[in-house]
């Protein structure tokens, strides 16, 4: 897959009293993009569902560089930076960019999946397998050894 980039629409309610984009809206953002970012390539909810698992995440961070203000017309993108390469365990990081071709903050996150009925934590099947392997990967990507489940 090419880069993944969604445009983003600022709201009125993503603007805090300093009058720039509120912390808490990244985390937002990130989120909406890794759900369009899976439902591209045919992990939709539903399909989540049936396979009765869920993406989980154990650490997310936000490195903001440049501020945001209501009128700035940005995007934001998803690329893998390393996994297992059964994808049970990834790191996706998110570049939130302005028109200009500024970065203003950059998201990382590490996450894994979870069986939804034995709530721990699981091998995704071939399905999510070769969804993943199409996500765009990062220039600096790499290959992990996984960690045993717990």
Known sequence: MEKFVLPIQIRWSDIDQNRHMRHSVYYDYGAMMRMALLSSEGLTTAKLEELKIG??????????????????????????????????RWSLRHNITREDGTVCAILTVDGAWIDMEKRKLTIPSEFVHGAFAKFPQAPDFQWVEPKPLQ
Request: charged share 45%.
């Open 55 to 88: 993406p989980i995440l154990f650490r997310e961070e936000a490195v903001f560089r440049r501020e945001i203000k209501l009128e700035d017309k940005i995007t934001i993108d998803a690329e893998v930076i390393k996994a297992t390469r059964d994808y049970g």
